[in-house]
């Protein structure tokens, strides 16, 4: 350390050292900072002097003089002094130099004068005083000091014993227990203690705790007490207090101890008033806080060892040693624990309102784990009920409860009671949260707190507070949330079934949105149960008693389940929910009785129901499509229908589930569509099936009334309020368009975008529910949302369609409720208007409502479509087609008189029911007779409306069909635009397709062609079956049904076919360019030939359907069983074709009973229903007149007067379509020409046969007339595809245009059709050399007969080379020579191809399509090549006989007959044996593999077959009348028929192409089966020669 005195200054003292110190001493006496350096320098330069003087570097005299100048700069500088004297004494007596103790005795002796003795006599050594001569003997001062010490502090001057000093303490036990009541105050008694303790020595300490025994035996005096022990503290240490109460509390530590709560509460009072710190007496209360978080450990575990116990499934020998185990673990348990200081003064703390210091408390400890305790609980419960008394009194009392008032608390330390909704953020929310899940302890506050919360949302949900007033609410808002998280919820679960407060609570959750109500309940139900000991054990408590309870319900005993449900639901909604709704996914059986069970639930109850079935459905981690990937999972399907049940049944709030739906949708999910349907089918009462009977399809036709008693099912009743509570979900949360919108948008994001990686099985039931849910959520809004809504909601057409990108049928759906509301509100208005009764007013007034509301919709649709579409139907009657339903068409009244009987049946059995009590009868009587009452005013109402809306059809129908373009090119947008969107929408549409066109036809439409319209829609049905989804087949068969229905009633009799067709526009075949006069009968088709078109419409279906049945595909397969299903009532009628049907599903039902079951149980179920309709067909010469004898021919042909006049009766309804008809035809006719050859080879062949067979000829003829006509539509239907390009349409415009134009347009279309085929068959060129070398050759061939062709079978062949070209040169003098006629008939556009006379040309046609169908590996292979031969021959024979001499009488005819059959038989019989040998050659020569080629050629040559015979035909059919006209009549027919066969060979050869390759191996196999059979019906020799010849084919 530096030294302060340098050593030049000791040795220059007198001259300068001396002054240099005093300096120093001055400078650091001056310098009087806080800390102590400059009393540490004083010392030291002090120190330094005296050890100079002690080594003797300074005489002793010379320190005394300059200590004496010093000595005044400090007041306690003589105290330093001694300091310094005390230290050197100690030093120099432990040295052995005898001068430095004696230097140092010098310097104190020096300096006595300067130091007092007493200060020297406490500090220095008795020795040295003694050499100092300060004292006389150091033994002695010694002695002395240790009796002084002696009786300063080991005599006893004060008594703390109350034996010592009884009387002292009697007397201070006396001053403070008196009654105080009077003016004494607490400085009085002050004074008196003081006195006594003086007096009586009493020890101060033990005063204090004596004050302090008396203040908890009089705890009301705490004014008198407390300021009496602040003011006795000032006169003690402040530990005192602390460490006295500390004392008490260790004495009460023992196990056995137990703390009195007299003393918490001192302690208590004396932590508010501040007169001890809350640390200083925590560390001496009991127990520690490790012991505290070890036993909240320690009960976490024991709970969930409870928990397992409880999941846990324990075999019964287990369960006895597990209770005795228990037992004993309880028995344990009950030993007292050890008393909780802590908590006990904590509960004080609560009691007298100190929260600050209980907080503080609270916090040390794990959460809860205070509150956990009942009494603490119930402590903090009453002070929170103290500080809200104020506010709850003003917001929180029910109105006309009295309450009973809480005084609030005596001392004005306590917290501040609450006076507005802002005070309980201060104090009262924090309270809560320490309470957590006990709140449980005190109901009433559970109570006041949601009254209170409930009077907040009221204030916060009104308007009109300023911006910072709505900053504080929203604060305000988010603390009552999670207080309800946090405190209220948990609470709930731990109180037992207290069903008020559920219904307390749901007060204030109903004023929630429900996104956060939901929110909550997830907490609660998720989070909550784990985060406390009591909660573990509730919830698994809850799910045991779930299981009980379930495991026992049944429907028999659903009422005391149920209100044991209700009882368990009331504290623990969500766990039990949780697992009703798991045991529904698993069993559906459970889902009524569970339904009915829930009738003891409260409304907050019903609202968690909603959550958990939301969360049920959203689990990401459940599968939504069936292992197999083709179907729903069964859990969903469960869910959906239990969703229904309980909606419909219970007033839960809907907008939660349904914006969930909305969701899902807007992901692009649509499974959760089942759920929408389920909640409205059974809110709305709206079923949507595929399985409706006609009745209940009629019965939907008509009214609201009717439907709801005869249009479902299941007679859904009292919907009323179930489907107001729906309409009220949609619109309060704007959710009824954009479901609607988005299910039509998802109807294609199903296919596109949903269904990628999917079965297509899936995809399609995902289409039809989504499909289905729009229909039926579309119909719930229809018949429930008034016009002023619907109008508001749903926009304009063309806003829908264009800006939505609505699919259009669903746009109008959507829209046409929303008309018809329009037009009847605004009829209303009219007839209140003007009072007119006469029936003609109120039709005007109809039609003007009607243009008003219909007219923006006209020119909205515009929009939707190519202005190109508007050429052929008007926007008018596209929005009227669109816009009307089957209520405005027709009335059903056998619907409402089924439904009036019923009731009147109903009425009768009430009557006679002798148990039922009277009141009720009356009741039940009154309420048939109402039902009764409004039905027969139903149908009266309906009535009148459908004869409004005919007249304004009436009215409107002129300007329907512009017909710009062609009448075919009508009625394919008609079909297009119209019919097939619409007719598969929903099965009410399909029945009004149907419906719509008969209606139109009855109105004499212009332009519209019936026959047209129906021969497309029967003609191929194949690509729209295939491309349905399983409803949409089944709506596509109600719509075929019903078509098929109105066909059947007009074949049935001539008379209703005379009086509904007979002189309609829409059964012209010929259009006349002059316009539509109405006049000619001759222009009609007659009802023969009418009959004739259904049998070829029949036979179409035929084909189709085994064509379907024969792909392989699921779809199709599917698909067309179904339609057939529905068809069954009005096809097939004809046996032959029922018989192949039979016999192609039989084959069905064998091939996929192991592989697709589905499949297996359609075809079993079409099988055994077709069996039942067998009685009913009918052989095909009873179904059509297949053979009217040749005179009748020409009688009508000769009627009808020369050139056109002759035509129409000849004249085939694919002939007339042939006008229309795409190039297409003309290159089939041509292709088919070639095959002429060899039919007229085969004919000669079969002429022998005719009159040993002549039965069978007649029936099978027939059969090859249907499968002509069905042959037909089938082109036809592939024509409709053409025309739809528009270059294809030789444009025939009906009025206005000359016939002449026709044929050049049409012959160069053919000759475009002609390069087509060059292309594809390079056969047809050399051929078609051939026929124009061989045309003049041919017309000289006409005129002979046919017996000498028969004769030489030269001739026959080369007639067959010459046919195509003599086909095709009469066609063109045909054509010129009508022409010529100036054009006064036009054939009309349509596949009209049945000529009066018919018999002839049809049926030869017939037969050859009928081969060529059967060559097709599609459609009728049922009747396959060889029949399709046997029977060309036999009718083909027939015909021959018939050309050759109509004329002369009938026993010539058989004369020649005979000839003839005898020399052809030979022939026959030659050709069959080399065919037999050829066959054998053939069979050796192709594998398996090679098979295509010869097939494909086969294909061509059979196609070619099906042409000549009936070109031939048509051809001779009139010779025989007059030369002239038959030339001329022969031209006509040959050019039409030959047209229009080419182009069948084509498109048949096309189809045949497509399909052969995939069934050409069983094809052999199949034509042998099929041959067996035959072989049956039509005997041995008939049954060789087709071999022969179907072998040659091959």
């Not at 000091?145 to 080991?154: A, G």
Request: hydrophobic letters at 30%; proline letters at 4%.
């Amino acid at each position: 350390m530096a030294t302060l005195l340098p050593a030049e200054w000791i040795k220059n003292w007198e001259k300068g050292g001396k002054s240099e110190f005093v300096q120093l001493c001055r400078t650091l006496g001056e310098n009087k900072s806080h800390d102590n350096t400059g009393f540490r320098d004083i010392q030291q330069a002090l120190y330094e002097l005296a050890y100079h003087v002690v080594r003797g570097n300074l005489k002793h005299d010379q320190a005394s003089n300059v200590l004496g100048d010093v000595i005044e700069f400090r007041e306690d500088m003589p105290s330093i002094l001694a300091d310094v004297f005390c230290i050197l004494d100690i030093e120099t007596s432990c040295l052995e130099e005898k001068s430095k103790r004696d230097h140092f005795t010098q310097l104190v002796l020096a300096c006595l004068y300067l130091v007092s003795d007493t200060v020297l006599k406490e500090r220095l050594d008795p020795e040295t005083l003694e050499s100092l001569g300060l004292i006389k003997q150091s033994q002695q001062f010694n002695q002395k000091s240790v009796k002084i010490k002696t009786k300063l502090f080991y005599k006893q001057q004060k008594f703390n014993l109350l034996r010592e000093e009884n009387e002292g303490y009697a007397k201070l036990i006396a001053e403070l227990g008196q009654d105080l009541s009077g003016n004494i105050t607490s400085d009085l008694i002050l004074e008196n203690i003081k006195s006594l303790i003086g007096c009586f020595n009493l020890d101060p300490n033990r005063v204090l705790d004596i004050i302090l025994e008396v203040y908890e035996c009089r705890p009301e005096y705490d004014d008198f007490f407390v300021p009496l022990i602040e003011s006795y503290m000032y006169m003690c240490e402040p530990q005192t207090l602390c460490h006295i109460l500390g004392f008490k509390f260790k004495f009460y530590q023992d196990p056995s101890g137990e703390t009195p709560s007299s003393l918490y509460r001192v302690a208590a009072v004396l932590l508010q008033h501040n007169l001890i710190d809350l640390e200083d007496l925590y560390v001496h209360l009991l127990p520690g806080d490790n012991a505290i978080i070890e036993e909240h450990k320690r009960e976490l575990v024991e709970a969930k060892q409870i928990v397992r116990k409880l999941t846990m499934v324990v075999l019964s020998s287990e369960k006895t040693e597990e209770k005795e185990k228990e037992k004993e673990k309880e028995e344990e348990k009950t030993e007292k624990p050890p008393d909780n200081q802590k908590l006990g003064l904590l509960e004080a703390l609560l009691k007298i309102g100190d929260w600050q210091h209980a907080q503080s408390i609270m916090d040390q400890m794990p959460p809860f784990y205070a509150t956990s305790h009942k009494s603490i609980a119930i402590a903090l419960c009453q002070l929170v009920h103290v500080t809200i008394e104020p506010l709850y009194r003003r917001v929180g009392v029910p109105k006309g409860a009295k309450g009973s008032p809480i005084s609030s608390l005596p001392n004005k330390r306590a917290p501040k009671q609450a006076d507005s909704f802002e005070d309980l953020r201060k104090e009262v929310f924090n309270m809560l949260c320490y309470l957590g899940p006990h709140l449980s302890h005190d109901p009433i506050l559970f109570a006041k707190v949601v009254r209170l919360g409930k009077a907040f949302m009221k204030e916060f949900q009104s308007d009109g507070s300023k911006q910072e007033d709505k900053e504080k609410m929203e604060i305000l808002f988010s603390c009552l949330l999670s207080i309800t998280d946090q405190v209220l919820l948990p609470s709930l679960s731990l109180m037992d079934c207290n069903a008020c407060m559920s219904e307390e609570l749901w007060g204030m959750f109903k004023t929630f949105p429900y996104q956060y109500r939901y929110r909550l309940y997830g907490q609660w139900k998720n989070e909550t149960y784990n985060s406390h000991p009591l909660l573990v054990k509730v919830k698994a408590q809850t799910i045991d008693r779930a299981k009980y309870i379930m495991k026992r319900l049944t429907k028999e005993n659903v009422k005391p389940s149920g209100r044991q449900i209700g009882k368990l639901s009331h504290s623990n909604p969500t766990i039990l929910f949780d697992y009703i709704l798991s045991q529904i996914q698993k069993y559906d059986n459970l889902i009524t009785p569970v339904v009915d069970s829930l009738k003891y639930l409260t409304s907050l109850n019903y609202d968690v129901l909603a959550y958990c079935i939301i969360e049920a459905l959203a689990n990401p981690e459940k599968e939504r499509m069936k292992h197999d990937d083709t179907t729903i999972s069964s859990w969903l399907q469960s869910l959906a229908s239990f969703c229904g049940a309980v909606f419909r049944k219970y007033p839960i709030e809907l907008a939660g589930l349904l914006q969930y739906v909305a969701n899902q949708l807007k992901a692009g999910k649509s499974f959760d569509l089942l759920i929408l349907k389920e909640v409205v089918q059974k809110m709305a009462g709206i079923e949507i099936t595929e399985e409706m009977t006609m009745e209940q399809l009629e019965a939907m036709t008509g009214g609201e009334q009717l439907k709801a008693e005869g249009g479902y099912f299941g007679q859904i009743r009292n919907t009323k309020k179930s489907s107001q509570r729906l309409k009220d979900a949609l619109l309060d949360h704007d959710l009824a368009l954009p479901l609607c919108l988005l299910m039509a948008q998802q109807r294609n994001g199903v296919i596109f975008q949903e269904g990628g990686e999917k079965h297509l099985k899936l995809v399609g039931k995902l289409y039809d529910q989504c499909h289905d849910t729009l229909v039926q959520f579309g119909g719930f809004l229809a018949s429930n949302l008034s016009t002023e809504d619907y109008i508001k909601r749903v926009p304009s057409i063309d806003v829908l369609c264009n800006e939505f990108h609505t699919p259009h049928d669903a746009a109008f759906f959507l829209s046409r409720p929303m008309y018809a509301h329009h037009i009847s509100s605004k009829y209303d208005e009219l007839k209140k208007a003007e009072k007119g009764n006469k029936q003609q007013h109120k039709v005007h007034k109809y039609i003007t409502s009607c243009e008003l509301v219909m007219a923006p919709v006209h020119d909205a649709v515009i929009s939707l479509h190519l202005p190109k579409v508007w050429d052929d139907i008007s926007p008018q009657f596209y929005a009227t087609f669109w816009s009307l339903t089957m209520y405005d068409l027709a009335v059903p009244h056998s619907s409402y008189d089924r439904e009036v009987n019923k009731l009147k049946v109903q009425m009768k059995a009430i009557d006679d029911n002798q148990e039922m009590p009277p009141n009720k009868k009356k009741k039940e009587k009154e309420r048939c007779t109402a039902l009764q009452d409004k039905l027969l005013e139903e149908e009266k109402k309906q009535l009148e409306h459908v004869q409004r809306v005919l007249q304004r059809l009436k009215l409107e129908k002129d300007n329907w069909l512009l017909a710009k373009s062609t009448k075919n090119e009508t009625i394919t947008k008609f079909l297009q635009l119209c019919i097939f969107p619409r007719c598969i929408f929903s099965a009410i549409d399909a029945v009004y397709c149907a419906h719509f066109v008969e209606l139109v036809h009855q109105q004499k439409t212009p332009n519209f062609s019936t026959l047209l319209c129906y021969d497309r829609v029967f003609s191929d049905i194949i690509y729209t079956v295939a491309s349905c989804t399983e409803n949409e087949a089944s709506r596509y068969g109600r719509f075929l049904c019903c078509m098929l229905e109105t066909v059947t009633r007009w074949h049935s009799d001539r008379v209703i076919y005379e009086k509904e067709c007979g002189n309609y526009p829409g059964f012209l075949t010929i259009l006349r360019a002059t316009g539509f006069d109405g006049g000619n009968k001759a222009d009609q088709l007659d009802y023969e030939n009418f009959r004739h078109v259904v049998h070829k419409w029949h036979y179409k279906l035929t084909k189709a359907s085994v064509h379907c049945l024969e792909t392989g595909e699921y779809t199709h397969i599917r698909n067309i069983l179904i339609v057939l299903t529905k068809i069954l009532p009005w096809y097939p009628k004809v046996l032959n074709l029922g018989q192949a049907l039979e016999r192609r599903v039989h084959k069905i039902c064998q091939e996929e009973k192991e592989k697709r079951p589905d499949l297996y149980a359609l075809a079993m179920g079409y099988s055994g229903q077709l069996k039942s309709r067998k009685p009913f067909m009918i052989p095909e010469n009873e179904f059509h007149h297949k053979d009217p004898p040749a005179r009748n021919a020409v009688a009508a042909t000769v009627q009808n007067g020369p050139g056109g006049a002759g035509m129409p009766t000849s004249l085939t309804i694919n002939t007339v379509r042939l006008e229309e008809g795409t190039t297409e035809e003309t290159d089939k006719l041509k292709e088919k020409s070639l095959g002429v050859v060899k039919v007229i080879n085969k004919a000669v062949n079969a002429t022998p046969k005719v009159t040993t067979s002549n039965g069978n000829s007649a029936s099978n003829s027939k059969i090859i007339k249907e499968k002509d006509d069905k042959e037909k539509s089938g082109k036809e239907k592939d024509k409709e595809k053409k025309d739809k390009t528009p270059a294809a349409t030789p444009e025939m415009k009906a009025l206005g245009k000359d016939g002449k134009d026709k044929p050049k347009e049409e012959r160069a279309n053919k000759d475009d059709k002609a390069r087509e085929i060059k292309e594809k068959t390079p056969k047809s060129d050399k051929e078609k050399e051939k026929v124009k070398k061989e045309e003049k050759a041919s017309k000289e061939e006409k005129s002979k007969t046919v017996v000498t062709i028969i004769e030489s079978k030269s001739t026959a062949e080369k007639e067959r080379e010459k046919e195509p070209s003599r086909e095709r040169d009469v066609a063109k003098e045909m054509k010129s020579k009508e022409n010529v006629k100036g054009g006064e008939k036009v054939p009309v556009a349509g596949s009209l191809k049945s000529p009066v006379p018919r018999s002839e040309t049809s049926e030869s046609e017939r037969e050859q399509k009928r081969r060529k169908v059967d060559t097709h590996s599609s459609p009728s292979h049922s009747s396959t090549v060889k029949d399709n031969l046997n029977e060309l021959k036999d009718s083909s024979a027939k015909h021959y006989i018939n050309h050759t001499t109509p004329t002369l009488s009938k026993s010539k005819e058989r004369e020649v007959d005979k000839k003839d059959l005898d020399k052809s038989r030979e022939r026959s019989r030659e050709r069959e044996k080399k065919d037999e040998k050829d066959r054998k050659d053939r069979k050796r020569d192709h594998s398996n593999s090679d098979r295509e080629v010869p097939q494909d050629s086969t294909k061509r040559r059979k196609e070619e077959n099906g042409t000549t015979g009936s070109s031939k035909h048509s051809k001779s059919e009139s010779p025989s009348d007059s030369p002239r006209l038959n030339e001329k009549e022969k031209e006509k027919n040959k050019s039409k028929s030959s047209g229009k066969e080419k182009g069948d060979s084509i498109k048949a050869e096309k189809m045949e192409k497509s399909s052969s390759g995939s069934k050409k191996e069983s094809r052999h196999d199949k034509e042998k089966a099929e041959k067996k059979e035959k072989r049956d019906g039509t005997g041995g020799k008939e049954e060789k020669k087709h071999h022969k010849s179907s072998d040659k084919h091959r």
